[in-house]
């Protein structure tokens, strides 16, 4: 699969930045690609404090890391870098910059600590999955991919191809069972 616009969310951590190669896979060989880098940022204040200077905070930090990456990835080669900081919950700001961007896939790194079912159920992963239709490419802590396929069902394609069910329906994942 090849894209012309990859969106990969980044919360600073070096797990987040895994998903990155695979992202670059997909649109290599593609003349004018665009990959964009999202970083979602929410702030925690204390009751009856006002939030706005840490808010403000926050969101140059949030520019301040992006710049940086795009920076390293200019340096590899990829100019065509969009970056972008949403104020809003890691999984809103995943779907909803999918949707104004156009993205053609999501590649986003998962923590991978129980298996598949893990990897969907219960993270900003399985969230992204019930509320879009662009199709998502999860790569594990380990360095797998499972391409997490959005819709009616949601499943799951091992590196190789072969697809593997997770699970057919946001249902079976709030019973924690696997089909």
């Known amino acids: 699969m090849k894209a012309d616009r990859v ?3 980044l919360d600073g951590s070096p797990l987040a930045e895994m998903a990155i190669p695979q992202a670059l896979e997909l649109l290599s060989d593609r003349p004018g690609s665009t990959l964009i880098l999202l970083r979602a940022v929410e702030t925690a204040t204390l009751p009856g404090s006002d939030p706005t200077e ?9 520019e301040s890391y992006l710049a940086t990456v795009a920076a390293r990835l200019g340096e590899q080669g990829k100019t065509q870098v969009v ?6 919950s890691a ?14 896939v999501i590649v986003m ?6 298996g598949l079912r893990g990897v969907m159920c219960g993270s900003v992963a399985e969230s992204v999955l019930r509320h879009t239709r662009t199709p998502i490419l ?3 802590a380990g360095g797998g991919r499972l391409e997490a396929l959005s819709g009616r069902g949601v499943g799951a394609r091992t590196a190789s191809g072969r697809a593997r069910s997770v699970m057919t329906s946001p249902d079976e994942c709030a019973r924690g069972r696997m089909p």
């Open 83 to 88: 970056r972008s900081v949403w104020y809003s």
């Open 138 to 140: 999860l790569v594990s």
């Open 91 to 104: 999984a809103k700001a995943i779907v909803e910059a999918a949707r104004v961007r156009r993205v053609d």
């Open 7 to 9: 969106l990969v969310p």
């Open 109 to 114: 790194s998962t923590h991978g600590r129980s």
């Open 54 to 62: 840490t808010q403000v905070g926050d969101v140059h930090e949030a």
